[in-house]
Structures are given as structure tokens and as C-alpha cells.
């Protein structure tokens, strides 16, 4: 069976709330913002000046980054649900081929965006560092999205709602964490759920970036390998029959 | 125990409980080739026993093979044997007609000329230029059937595929699976809880009642008569006389009497018939 029509079929299921261009104004958004930053940034600008240029940057699309990844969520949810997802399985596909598609699409789709977003600003305005700062973004963020997507087929898997998936973890990520994280994270697994929120705490080692971003990955494996578990067990009638 | 072999649909002794309701209770039967129908009301667990069969399912209880697979197990390895057409199939890619034939071929290896003629016969092919949105349910189907029968599988299972549409497209659905079956000699599996002409070109039925395949008979075989008529007591009382077996129920005369011997019966007595369907005598017990 065709595995990238499959993958196109996904794309577009995944897509239904124009998260593409969703994506694309976050790189204008953060066009303009590093427009500013750029202004700030005179000749002979020290590391520390870059990082926290590039952690403004980052801080600018926190929130439609978040909303584009919940979005993507609430699609996963809506067709594992709705019965599109019994209609790949009858194809045939195996559900932990579209399951893994679904989720390779959704973890790494927004991320790849918003980092080559960053990746072309970055060079555009052409930082004398400028492959380090994408290249530790497109790390930070892919680290996340694969967490922060793997928790949201997780949810989706065990509440059989697109709403309350998409709205457990949006507001999570949105309105809780921001207010509460610790000024200061000692931890791996801290930094791994606080996600890119740990640009507002100052971490005790730098350390701690490499393994939490580990940390993010292996959480994120494990919650994949777990939602497959609960589909194999669940009946998947689509809900409301 | 039914014995398994390669080229045929068995199930043996499945069950299914959803919480505290068995849905199936030791379903056992095989199917060889030709049109085997699955009848039942509302709720029977036609779809759900049609889950099991296609792997999407795990049963409670007892094993199914298609064509020498387990098709929980292997589920690829099965389905690629089988075209399964759910009773609600998703519209696959945006919501054009073509473009969902575009991806159906591309998935099912069918080609898009195949669905296009299908659709000539059902009489939808000047849908292909619209959205999904903008047809009937009716129409949907036939679509959505067009592609699936398309396929060059030798298992087709078709879940309701005819619920929605028209009394003249549904004889020609018939008419069109019949063709399809003899041509390819594959074993077609079709779900209906309506008595609709697919029971007259069937070579199997099985009723689903109470979780269980409680009878099964071929639509050559013993025949009864469902009529609704402009007074329906005095009918019965007629008939019942040559036929004890004759019943109201839901405001129809079942009956085991020929059409003959209801329609001089109705005559006699300045009946009128509404209306007058031949079923399988094992459908009879679905309404009582």
C-alpha cells in the first residue's frame, strides 16, 4: 500500500484549520520581532547577547506556536474519532502505521516550520552565530513538539475528545505552567515539562538543556508506545454511534 | 467448531460484550463464495461482528480467519484481500468527488476509469465535478460504492452500502453486485437491516438476533410474504385459513401463502395492496 499517499492523506486531515498559515504569520511575527531585536544588537555583540536575542525570539511565539500544536491535537483527536481513522484501517493499513504517521506528521510539521521560520530570520539579519541559534531551537523545539504531541495522543486516545484533548493541553501550556514554573529548574525532568518555558527560568546547568531535551523524547516515546496500547484495546467505534 | 480453511470467511464461536451487553454470543459460520447477506435490526451487531471480521475489532471470545488469516493479527496480510466499505466511509483528501476517486485509486491500486464506470451505471457520474458537501446521502453512497466495488479483491464486505438510497437505484445495485460477483467469483459479505432486492439476489442469509446467527437460509429456498393492505384483519383472517402461520405485526400481514395466494385472497375481498415484499423465511423472526 501506498505509505506517502497515506502521509498526504494525513497532511491534509491534520491540516483542516490552516495551521500552514497559521505557521507562516508566526515567521512574519517573528520577522518583525528580530526587526526590533536587530535594532538593539550593535557590532560586537557578546554570546550572551545572542542567546537572549534568540530567546526573544522564541518567547514571541510561544503562544500561536502552542495553539498550532493544540490545533493539531483537536484534528488528531477529531479523526481517530470520527471514523476517518477506521477508514485507513481498512485500506489496509495497520493503526500503528497511521498512528505513527499521525503523530510524525503532528510532532514534527509545526516544529519544522517554526524553526526554519527562525533558521531563515536568523541568517537574514545575519548573525555571526547564526548556525548555532537555529540549530539549538529546531532541537529545543522538536524535543518539545514530540512531547507535547505525544501527551496530546495520549489524551486523545483516553478521553475519545477532540475537545477536551486540544483544551487540557492548551490551557495547560498557555495559562498554567507559564504562571507557575520555579524561577530556577534543577532538574531534567523539570525543564522536559516546563518546556520552552524554561526561557524565563535561569537553569543551573547547561547540562540540563541536553538532557531535558532527552528527557522530552523518551517521555514522549514512552506516551506514544502507551496511546498504541490503548487503541489496540479500545474498540474504535467512532464516537456517537 | 467450524474448520478454517484459505478460501473462505470463518468465524467460530465469537463473542463480543460492549460493558455489560453482549452484542455477540458465540457466532459460528462459514462463508464460501457468492453474495452472502447479513440481515438484522437496528442495533444487532452486524457492524460490529463486520469490525471483528476485519481485524479492526478484537473479539471477547472465539477466532475469525478471512482467506487463511487471522485478521487481528495480521491485519494488512487480511485486509489486503478484502475491500470493506464501512456504513459511514470517511471522504478521503478535501471534499471533491474527484479528488477522492484520485486518492481512492491511489491507495486501493484501482483504476479511477474502473470507479467512473461504476458511477456511469449507478447513474452519479455527473457528480465528479461537485463537492461532497453538496450531495445527497443517497448519492454519497453510490459513490462511495462505486469505488469499493472497483476493487479487484476476493472479499467484499460492504456494510449497509444501499441505507440511503432510492428504491430504482437499489435494483440496480442489486443488479450490478450480482454482476460483480459472478464475474470476479469473490465472496461478498453485505449487511441490510431492510428488505430491499439484495435478499433476492443473494445466495446466503443470515439473521443476527440476540447476538447469535439464528438462522440461515438461501434465497432459494423456503419464501414468505410481507403485505400491507387496506385491511389488513380480514386478510389475515382469509389466509389463515390455508396458512396458520399468518400474523399482524407492525401493521403488516406476514404470511407463508405465494404472492398467488394473497393478491386472489385480497381480490375476493376488495382488498387493497399497498404493498407485498417475498422474503426469506428465516428473515421472519427479525419482526417477531
Redesign the interface.
Known amino acids: 500500500m501506498n505509505k506517502r499517499v497515506l502521509l498526504s492523506l494525513i497532511a491534509g486531515d491534520l491540516d483542516p484549520f490552516f495551521s500552514v498559515e497559521i505557521t507562516i504569520l508566526f515567521g512574519v511575527m517573528i520577522a518583525n520581532y528580530s526587526m526590533i531585536g536587530l535594532l538593539e544588537i550593535q557590532p560586537g555583540q557578546t554570546q550572551e547577547g545572542v542567546v537572549s536575542f534568540a530567546i526573544s525570539l522564541f518567547k514571541a511565539a510561544y503562544v500561536p506556536f502552542i495553539l498550532a500544536l493544540t490545533l493539531v491535537i483537536y484534528s488528531m483527536a477529531r479523526t481517530l474519532e470520527d471514523g476517518r481513522f477506521l477508514t485507513y484501517i481498512s485500506f489496509p493499513y495497520s493503526v500503528r502505521k497511521v498512528t505513527s504517521y499521525m503523530f510524525t506528521y503532528s510532532a514534527i510539521y509545526p516544529g519544522v516550520l517554526l524553526a526554519a521560520a527562525i533558521a531563515v530570520d536568523s541568517w537574514a539579519f545575519s548573525f555571526s552565530t547564526w548556525p548555532l541559534v537555529p540549530a539549538v531551537l529546531i532541537f529545543y523545539i522538536t524535543c518539545f513538539s514530540i512531547l507535547f504531541e505525544s501527551m496530546g495522543l495520549f489524551l486523545a486516545t483516553l478521553t475519545r475528545s477532540p475537545v477536551l484533548a486540544g483544551g487540557i493541553l492548551g490551557s495547560l501550556y498557555i495559562f498554567i505552567i507559564p504562571t507557575t514554573i520555579h524561577k530556577n529548574i534543577k532538574s531534567a525532568l523539570m525543564y522536559a515539562i516546563a518546556g520552552p518555558n524554561f526561557l524565563k527560568a535561569r537553569v543551573s546547568s547547561n547540562s540540563l538543556y541536553i538532557y531535558g531535551g532527552i528527557f522530552e523524547v523518551i517521555m514522549g516515546i514512552a506516551l506514544l508506545l502507551l496511546s498504541f496500547e490503548i487503541i489496540r484495546r479500545r474498540n474504535l467505534r467512532p464516537v456517537g454511534r | 467448531m467450524v474448520e478454517s480453511s484459505g478460501d473462505a470467511i470463518y468465524c467460530n464461536d465469537v463473542s463480543k460484550l ?1 460493558r455489560r451487553r453482549k452484542v455477540l454470543n458465540n457466532v459460528q459460520f462459514s462463508l464460501g463464495k457468492g453474495i452472502n447477506i447479513l440481515s438484522g435490526v437496528n442495533g444487532s451487531g452486524k ?2 461482528l463486520f ?1 471483528i471480521l ?1 481485524g ?3 473479539p471477547d471470545g472465539g477466532s475469525v480467519s478471512i482467506l487463511g488469516h487471522d485478521p487481528w493479527v495480521s ?2 496480510a ?3 484481500e ?1 475491500s ?1 466499505m ?1 456504513e ?3 471522504v ?3 471534499a471533491s468527488i474527484r479528488e477522492h476517486i484520485y ?1 481512492f485509486s ?3 491500486g484501482t483504476g479511477t476509469e474502473s470507479i467512473k464506470d461504476y458511477m456511469h451505471l449507478f447513474g452519479v457520474e455527473y457528480t465528479l465535478s461537485s463537492s461532497f458537501q453538496s450531495l445527497s446521502m443517497g448519492e454519497m453512497e453510490l459513490v462511495m460504492l462505486s469505488c469499493y466495488l472497483s476493487c479487484e479483491t476476493p472479499v467484499f464486505i460492504l456494510d449497509e452500502p444501499n441505507s440511503n438510497v432510492d428504491v430504482h437505484r437499489r435494483s440496480i445495485i442489486s443488479e450490478v453486485i450480482r454482476n460483480k460477483a459472478k464475474a470476479s467469483n469473490s465472496i461478498f459479505l453485505i449487511s441490510t437491516h431492510i428488505f430491499d432486492e439484495l435478499l433476492t439476489t443473494s445466495d446466503r442469509v443470515m439473521v443476527l438476533k440476540n447476538g447469535q446467527i439464528t438462522n440461515t437460509d438461501g434465497a432459494s429456498g423456503r419464501r414468505a410474504s410481507i403485505l400491507r393492505t387496506s385491511d389488513n384483519i380480514a386478510l389475515r383472517a382469509a389466509l389463515e385459513v390455508d396458512f396458520p402461520d399468518t400474523s399482524i405485526n407492525g401493521g403488516a400481514i406476514f404470511t407463508s401463502a405465494s404472492i398467488d395466494n394473497c393478491v386472489k385472497a385480497a381480490l375476493e375481498r376488495d382488498i387493497t395492496v399497498f404493498s407485498y415484499i417475498s422474503i426469506p423465511e428465516a428473515l421472519r423472526s427479525i419482526y417477531e
Request: charged share 20%; aromatic share 16%; net charge positive.
Open positions: 460492549f457492524s460490529t469490525y476485519t479492526i475489532m478484537k491485519h494488512e487480511a485486509m489486503k478484502v470493506f464501512l459511514r466511509p470517511s478521503l483528501g478535501s486518492w491511489s491507495i486501493r
